[in-house]
Nanobody, 123 residues
């Protein structure tokens, strides 16, 4: 079983930056595909980025491309999401996810989830 714990959410003004981290336990990170999703009130959980076993394999949603940067540190069993130029529409609960296979854009395909961390971007 894999446990994921996110940290780093908070309140930021539009145009600002924020970084999230997710630490995994129960399994070596290097054997998992990792991802970040977000869910705004009344909306479906949305794929943001998938991180393959190597940090060279990154797949971003168009909505965050160029503004969000993901990375993984397998030695520390941690993945990071650095967000810049944040917009009010980025407001959501952000979730870290892990998957034993290659990962997909669809949230229901992922095996493990963190508890989520709130990111609020004010005008």
């Amino acid at each position: 079983q894999v446990q994921l714990v996110e940290s780093g959410g908070g309140l930021v003004q539009a145009g600002g930056s924020l970084s999230l981290s997710c630490t995994a336990s129960g399994r070596t990170l290097s054997t998992l595909t990792m991802g970040w999703f977000r869910q705004a009130p009344g909306k479906e959980r949305e794929f943001i980025v998938g991180i393959g076993w190597s940090s060279d394999s990154l797949y971003y949603a168009d909505s965050v491309k160029g503004r969000f940067t993901a990375s993984r540190d397998n030695a520390k069993n941690t993945v990071h999401l650095h967000m810049k130029n944040l917009k009010p529409e980025d407001t959501a609960v952000y979730y870290c996810a892990a998957e034993s296979g290659p990962g997909t854009y669809y949230y229901a395909d992922w095996d493990y989830w963190g508890q989520g961390t709130q990111v609020t971007v004010s005008f």
